[in-house]
């Protein structure tokens, strides 16, 4: 057909904050951000080396608004797991194995899934990730 994938597709607030919350619901309370460093695998796949691992908060997300998906607290880590550059990240439900979703990371202002003050993380120091929000396209 003539014009098929021409356009984006243009979707209701009412559905894209459904389709957000869909990640809370999935989630659960307790989910564990897992932040790594290399190259992130296959969406679900075998891991890189584990700096750190953070609690999310329970609830792990306000109902979306606008699109958006703001997640509520994100316990530090006290002390990272090893040392690195974090590139990647993996959520996965409070279970420790339930894959959610994984994106990438970058330092403020580089423009990836997940942004931090600092990529580089210290053999037991704190990481800390002040606030994480998930956008759903189609405005």
Do not use: K
Request: hydrophobic share 35%.
């Amino acid at each position: 057909q003539e014009g098929v994938g021409a356009m984006t597709i243009g979707m209701s607030t009412n559905l894209r904050n459904a389709r957000v919350d869909a990640i809370t619901t999935f989630a659960g309370n307790g989910a564990l951000l897992r932040l790594y460093d290399g190259t992130r695998p296959s969406t679900g796949g075998t891991a890189t080396t584990l700096l750190a691992e953070l609690t999310c908060g329970t609830p792990f997300a306000a109902s979306a608004s606008g699109g958006v998906l703001t997640l509520g607290s994100i316990t530090q880590d006290s002390a990272a797991n090893a040392a690195g550059n974090a590139t990647w990240f993996r959520l996965v439900e409070s279970d420790g194995t339930t894959h959610v979703m994984d994106g990438s990371v970058t330092a403020t202002g580089g423009g990836g899934d997940m942004e931090l003050v600092t990529t580089s993380i210290t053999t037991g120091q704190p990481v800390q990730v002040t606030s994480f929000t998930i956008t759903e396209g189609g405005a």
